[in-house]
């Protein structure tokens, strides 16, 4: 094998970026051109839930769509048309979210003790409209319900259906699988949340996802690859990845990489069978992991 864990990462990433996204992206895309034209009108603020697996591409999504709103498309340097937050680990209250906000517009600034709900929403929405920001994104909003407590993720909700009352802009809310059912539960929040986009993978017969695995082949040929877009290798790195280009890619990286540390000069069925148990302890059957057997 003449590849080292390092070219072995690029590549994945490589491919991933060469890769046809979904047509659900494609949707995810008209869902923030909509938010974006009514944030802009500054009128009252709409919301979009983005929803998906770990790897499904949610926020590359996001930021090959973003990426069209630099300065080099015609927004001047002291405005920022749309802003992406990402909520950080640890204890989630409303504090913690509030200042992962203001660093979306570029405020490091600290939440003080003595700030109240109302000061920090005031704070944001002042940002929001000097910035003339129209779309705000807040990544990984699964961990709005990390905390056990139900009176903080109460606590959070009620702030969350007062900053979209406040904050004259459309917001998309991205996370993982089942994240939303938050919003289904706060009637306030739901009905301003008008689009709900899950994020999509390919068929385990589509030309796409055929595609990926032969390009994989190609590129990675030091590896002695087996032939991945044979059916029966196929099938098997679907079941594992749900035809997430994502996932896959990172899938096979991982057992490449696995690979090499065992000192193989190839990848093996038992390289990616190991990691899809790393990923998911406890998959040591057929039935839980398809690299089994």
Same mark, same amino acid.
């Given at each position: 094998?003449?590849?080292?864990?390092?070219?072995?990462?690029?590549?994945?990433?490589?491919?991933?970026?060469?890769?046809?996204?979904?047509?659900?992206?494609?949707? &995810?895309?008209?869902?923030?051109?909509? $938010?974006?034209?009514? *944030?802009?009108?500054?009128?009252?603020?709409?919301?979009?839930?983005?929803?998906?697996?770990?790897?499904?591409?949610?926020?590359?999504?996001?930021?090959?769509?973003?990426?069209?709103?630099?300065?080099?498309?015609?927004?001047?340097?002291?405005?920022?048309?749309?802003?992406?937050?990402?909520?950080?680990?640890?204890?989630?209250?409303?504090?913690?979210?509030?200042?992962?906000?203001?660093? &979306?517009?570029?405020?490091?600034?600290?939440?003080?003790?003595?700030?109240?709900?109302?000061?920090?929403?005031?704070?944001?929405?002042?940002?929001?409209?000097?910035?003339?920001?129209?779309?705000?994104?807040?990544?990984?909003?699964?961990? $709005?319900?990390?905390?056990?407590?139900?009176?903080?993720?109460?606590? $959070?909700?009620?702030?969350?259906?007062?900053?979209?009352?406040?904050?004259?802009?459309?917001?998309?809310?991205? *996370?993982?699988?089942?994240?939303?059912?938050?919003?289904?539960?706060?009637?306030?929040?739901?009905?301003?949340?008008?689009?709900?986009?899950?994020?999509?993978?390919?068929?385990?017969?589509?030309?796409?996802?055929?595609?990926?695995?032969?390009?994989?082949?190609?590129? &990675?040929?030091?590896?002695?690859?087996?032939?991945?877009?044979?059916?029966?290798?196929?099938?098997?790195?679907?079941?594992?990845?749900?035809?997430?280009?994502?996932?896959?890619?990172?899938?096979?990286?991982?057992? &490449?990489?696995?690979?090499?540390?065992?000192?193989?000069?190839?990848?093996?069925?038992?390289?990616?069978?190991?990691?899809?148990?790393?990923?998911?302890?406890?998959?040591?059957?057929?039935?839980?992991?398809?690299?089994?057997?």
């Amino acid at each position: 094998m003449t590849f080292t864990p390092q070219e072995i990462t690029q590549i994945a990433n490589r491919l991933k970026s060469l890769h046809i996204p979904h047509e659900s992206a494609s949707a &995810a895309h008209s869902g923030f051109d909509w $938010i974006k034209n009514y *944030g802009s009108l500054g009128s009252s603020s709409a919301g979009m839930l983005l929803t998906g697996p770990p790897g499904s591409g949610k926020t590359s999504t996001i930021h090959a769509w973003m990426g069209r709103f630099g300065t080099d498309r015609g927004a001047r340097s002291d405005e920022k048309p749309v802003a992406y937050a990402k909520i950080t680990g640890g204890p989630v209250t409303y504090r913690s979210i509030a200042l992962d906000l203001l660093g &979306a517009f570029g405020e490091e600034m600290i939440v003080l003790r003595r700030d109240t709900q109302q000061t920090l929403r005031q704070r944001i929405a002042l940002y929001a409209s000097v910035l003339k920001t129209s779309v705000l994104f807040i990544d990984e909003a699964q961990l $709005i319900v990390s905390s056990k407590n139900e009176k903080v993720i109460r606590e $959070i909700t009620e702030w969350l259906k007062t900053i979209l009352n406040d904050v004259k802009v459309g917001f998309v809310f991205c *996370g993982s699988d089942g994240f939303w059912e938050i919003f289904r539960t706060n009637d306030s929040l739901y009905r301003r949340c008008r689009i709900l986009v899950e994020m999509k993978g390919y068929g385990v017969m589509d030309g796409e996802f055929r595609s990926f695995l032969n390009t994989w082949d190609i590129v &990675a040929k030091p590896l002695r690859q087996v032939n991945l877009a044979d059916d029966y290798w196929a099938r098997r790195v679907h079941a594992a990845t749900g035809g997430f280009i994502g996932l896959t890619a990172d899938l096979l990286c991982d057992a &490449a990489i696995h690979a090499l540390e065992q000192g193989a000069d190839m990848l093996r069925l038992q390289d990616l069978a190991a990691v899809h148990e790393r990923r998911f302890p406890g998959s040591t059957s057929r039935r839980t992991n398809p690299f089994l057997g």
